[in-house]
């Protein structure tokens, strides 16, 4: 399994960027796909989470409004559609796999695999 994260970048307050997360080796239908992101020295935090199967779109109340999550089973690709960014939206973002449940899945030590880390840096 192998998840490829991208799209990160700079932008400026009030902007907007996507995040993409390919995933290999696995179906979507049987995993739950999250974005988490991490500040140095923090812990790395789920921002969103999707399950098609089980009908979730999780999403922290920091982003709730601002950000979207979707998925294109056809491309295995998971996207964050970033909005209205702030400054504390600055981190590194990571996208993750863990096996499905009927419920949101929003502990790090859950996932299983990860995608590598895709800095998202918001200019005030």
């Known amino acids: 399994v192998q998840l490829q994260a991208s799209g990160g970048g700079l932008v400026q307050a009030g902007g907007s960027l996507r995040l993409s997360c390919v995933a290999s080796g696995l179906s979507f239908d049987t995993y739950t796909i999250a974005w988490f992101r991490q500040d140095p020295g923090k812990e790395r935090d789920v921002i969103s989470c999707?399950?098609?199967?089980?009908?979730?779109?999780y999403y922290v109340n920091s982003v709730k409004g601002r950000f979207t999550i979707s998925s294109d089973s056809a491309k295995n690709t998971v996207y964050l559609q970033m909005n209205s960014l702030k400054p504390e939206d600055t981190a590194v973002y990571y996208c993750?796999?863990?096996?499905?449940?009927?419920?949101?899945?929003?502990?790090?030590?859950?996932?299983?695999?990860w995608g590598q880390g895709t800095l998202v840096t918001v200019s005030s």
């Open positions: 993750a796999a863990a096996e499905i449940s009927l419920e949101p899945t929003l502990a790090a030590n859950e996932y299983d695999y």
């Open positions: 999707t399950s098609t199967t089980a009908g979730i779109a």
